[in-house]
């Protein structure tokens, strides 16, 4: 999913309740006033992140002047980081002091926690990890954002809004030369990301923006005036980082470590787990559900293969791979072609939303604002596959995006076929369940009507990883359970292999940052023992390296929403219904699982 975030900063949370004898519904309007004030500032230093937010103008309060913040870059200058991590600390410094945790009720008391653990994940950024200093996907991924959101959110007709993008464009030479400013070194992994995802920069100004300019037009000549510098200095900025920035010596890899992946997994996963125990429970988890998926498979083996024995002749491990292996093929076949998947995915989404009203699984908003289309190019190195954009949490009716990553015309045909058979017509069913319906963008929905605005905002810009992804997969065994394909068991064998992926993925995360798992290994996990085709686990692989401590977040959320479910249940008893228990829990916004157990059951 795609997930908004202050700057370099992923989203997380650390909840603690203050004392009970503070646990009223009454709300402060100090600490009210105090979250408005730090969200809009820490915006308003990132203006890329701002307008994804849905935040354009920002008066200062020094001067009072009202900044156009969509027409800006983000300064990420020395002196701009500087005044980054001054803005954080100061503002940590004043919610403990003039709004302590324990003065707030249950409500503010979570917003407070959001925050608090925001800013904690932020100095940790800015005095230990530092990815600024190191990773260039930081500032290609920031620079992508800002010239594409102005052309998908309708915050202003579409003459101010590309006015807005120009205007960026023009201030693209000075943001990289301040990026290599910051850039001291990196690993080969994060320059070649960064050069394939800055040529998507430049395709959108080349192609995506120029195409919505009128010839002719003032716009016309104000483009053709700072797109030419524009390009040159994205390009070489990709010839800087393959020339210069990967041949610098570093002692710096992708691999997080594991002090600092211990620190960071705190925060994001929001509860008391360690990575070994998460590690432990995964390695666990892996051989039952390969057993699971070998009890579903007999029976369709015998049917696809008849004239095949039943393979009892191997060891038990090998007789699971081959079995599985065989049957899943056979279920691969079914797959679209390059030139129709973005059609199959809508095509999936209408039968998925009627099985959801049918079953009474979740109420589904009235805004209708979802959107499927490509994944924008700058995105294509994280989101290899597909992503959720959602509407900005202070834009709520505007659009929503699913985002299905088309398979480049340059792709060899053997490389296509693989990634159409990882996924083919039943794993694309799971896809669109996860990323729109009952998934993200449903729980998206339900959050953008969270009120009041700031509190709607805070859990959006600070909302639990863990929750969001937990809530996806979660959301797609509710379905599996409700019977959805009338059970068919190819479905449900895609689906387990599926969440058997999602299991490696913390088997994954937590070797390679914390144990120097090699890449051989790490395909040998995905290949062997999740069935995954290569085309798909060299996407993981790559993912791995890129975003430390996000992929074990599907598997630890989605064994938090379970728990929270079952403790509901037993709660509400015979009047507990699915609609009421999820429409509650996705009311309260991305709130950390744990977090979410004390407000809906105290």
Known sequence: MKRYFVFFLFACSSFLLPPTNAQTNTSSPRF???SEQFIHETLALSPSNASQAGYHKHTDPKTGKVIELDALLDDVSPAGMAEQRRVYAAWR??????????????????DWQLIDDQIGLSLLEFDKIQNYKHNPTVYVELLGGALFQPLTDEYAPKDVRLGHV???IGAVPQFLEQAKQELEDADPIFVKVAAEENDGNVDLIQETVAGEIAAGSKQKADFDRVAPAAIEALKNFSKWMQDYLAKRQT????????????????LVMETDVTPGQVLADAEEQLKAKRAEMLQVALPLHKQMYPSHSDHSDLSAHDRENTIIREVLEKIADDHTTRDKLMDTVKTDLAGIQQFIVQKKIVTLKGRDNLKVIPTPPFERGIYSVAGFHGAPPL?????????????????????????LREYNNWVLQWLSI??????HYVQAEHANDIQPPTRRLTRALFGN??????????????????????GDPRYRLSYLKVWLRAICNSILDVRMHTMNMTDAEAMDLMMKDAFQTQAEAEGKLQRAKLASTQLPTYFVGTREWWKLRKQYEAAKGKNFTLMEFHDRALDEGELPVPMLEKLLLP
């Not at 992708?254 to 992946?261: F, I, N, P, S, T």
């Not at 929503?400 to 296509?416: G, L, R, S, Y």
């Not at 996860?434 to 998934?439: I, M, N, Q, S």
């Open 251 to 266: 002692t710096r890899t992708w691999r997080l470590g594991k002090e600092w992946y211990a620190e960071k997994f705190r």
């Open 395 to 419: 834009d709520p009716n505007a659009d929503a995006e699913f985002w299905v990553t088309p398979i480049d015309p340059k792709t060899p045909d053997a490389k296509a076929e693989s990634k």
């Open 32 to 34: 009210a006033q105090l």
């Open 465 to 486: 990883g863990a929750y969001v992804e937990g809530w996806a997969e979660y959301g797609a065994q509710v379905m599996l359970a409700e019977g959805y394909a009338n």
């Open 93 to 110: 410094e004043r919610f403990h002091k003039e709004t302590p945790l324990s003065s707030l009720g249950p409500e503010d008391a979570a």
């Open 434 to 439: 996860h990323e729109a319906l009952p998934g």
């Open 166 to 168: 120009i205007s960026r």
